[in-house]
């Protein structure tokens, strides 16, 4: 599986963005898929995840009630919707694909993309 995310930029404090995963290869609906964050001098973090069939997703406490995970299967696409943006939201976001189901640590899964830069100003 090969992923490809893009939808990164810079947005000012309380904008929204919305990120893309775009994978090919093997068949991507069967993965769960999550995407996790690096900031400068910071551990890999979980943001959300969701299973190969959409029905559940997961989101860590930070941003619950402003971001949004969800999926296309017929476009081989994963979404983040982040809404009220902060500058601690501020990181390179990575999309991630789990063959054995929905993970929230980065061992957890096997396929990685290269990442989009996301910077909040204040």
């Known amino acids: 599986v090969q992923l490809v995310e893009s939808g990164g930029g810079l947005v000012q404090a309380g904008g929204s963005l919305r990120l893309s995963c775009a994978a090919s290869?093997?068949?991507?609906?069967?993965?769960?898929t999550g995407w996790f964050r690096q900031a400068p001098g910071k551990e890999r973090e979980f943001v959300a995840a969701i299973s190969w069939s959409g029905a559940s997703t997961y989101l860590a406490d930070s941003v619950k009630g402003r971001f949004t995970i969800s999926r296309d299967n017929a476009k081989n696409t994963v979404y983040l919707q982040m809404n009220s943006l902060k500058p601690e939201d501020t990181a390179v976001y990575y999309c991630?694909?789990?063959?054995?189901?929905?993970?929230?640590?980065?061992?957890?899964?096997?396929?990685w993309g290269q990442g989009t830069q996301v910077t909040v100003s204040s």
């Open positions: 991630a694909a789990d063959s054995n189901g929905v993970g929230v640590t980065p061992s957890e899964y096997d396929y």
């Open positions: 290869g093997r068949t991507f609906s069967r993965y769960a």
